[in-house]
């Protein structure tokens, strides 16, 4: 009877209503963007975590770091020293003539080996550390000692090569006093970084070689 007939559609909708609640989970488009917004963000938060490996690979991976910054600092550092008795020598007056006509050749030496035309000083800059809590701090001292050399000590050795030559300039001696600081401080740092390493691995690794200035 036409009484009995359903209005048009009615029945597509309800078709259509037990079709989207029937539908397998992984073809539902809402539910999918969720999954896979979830899955990006838990792979951001684990990238950002230090990594955690063994406390005896920690070490391994500490020590040859250490190993790697001395090497490479390890030029600069004599630089930096034989640049600094130069000075000292020069002002005790005991610098003969021939150490005289030497200095100026060996303090051109001191800056190009604390300066980026030097590998060492490169590699130095470029070395790659765990990615672990105690590798953040070992990151941290290879930038303090490539300040320390390429900052401090070619600074510094500038400025006694300006004073070889011009002992009484006034402008390279405030500067001097500005960097035997900053020399200081750098090395302070270093020093607590490693420190700091030592605690987390609980060992004690190699001292960075970078010597107290003026010697």
Not at 26 to 52: N, Q
Not at 169 to 195: F, I, P, Y
């Amino acid at each position: 009877m036409i009484a009995d007939r359903q209005p048009p559609g009615e029945n597509a909708g309800s078709l259509g209503a037990a079709t989207s609640a029937t539908r397998p989970w992984y073809r539902r488009r809402a539910l999918l963007v969720g999954l896979c917004t979830i899955v990006v963000l838990a792979v951001t938060v684990i990238s950002d975590l230090p990594v955690h490996g063994s406390n005896a690979a920690n070490i391994s991976a500490g020590k040859g770091v250490m190993t790697e910054i001395n090497t490479d600092i390890a030029p600069c550092a004599f630089a930096a020293q034989e640049s600094f008795e130069i000075r000292a020598r020069q002002l005790a007056g005991s610098l003969t003539a021939a150490d005289r006509q030497q200095a100026p050749g060996l303090l051109r030496q001191d800056l190009a080996a604390c300066s980026f035309t030097d590998d060492s000083i490169y590699e130095l800059s470029s070395i790659e550390v765990p990615g672990s809590t105690a590798g953040k701090r070992l990151g941290d001292l290879v930038t303090t000692a490539t300040e320390w050399a390429t900052s401090d000590a070619l600074g510094a050795i500038g400025d006694l090569e300006t004073l070889l030559t011009h002992p009484s300039n006034k402008s390279a001696k405030r500067d001097l006093a500005v960097r035997e600081r900053t020399l200081a401080a750098d090395r302070a740092a270093a020093r607590g970084d490693v420190s700091a390493a030592d605690q987390i691995l609980g060992t004690r690794l190699e001292e960075p070689d970078m010597p107290a200035l003026p010697v």
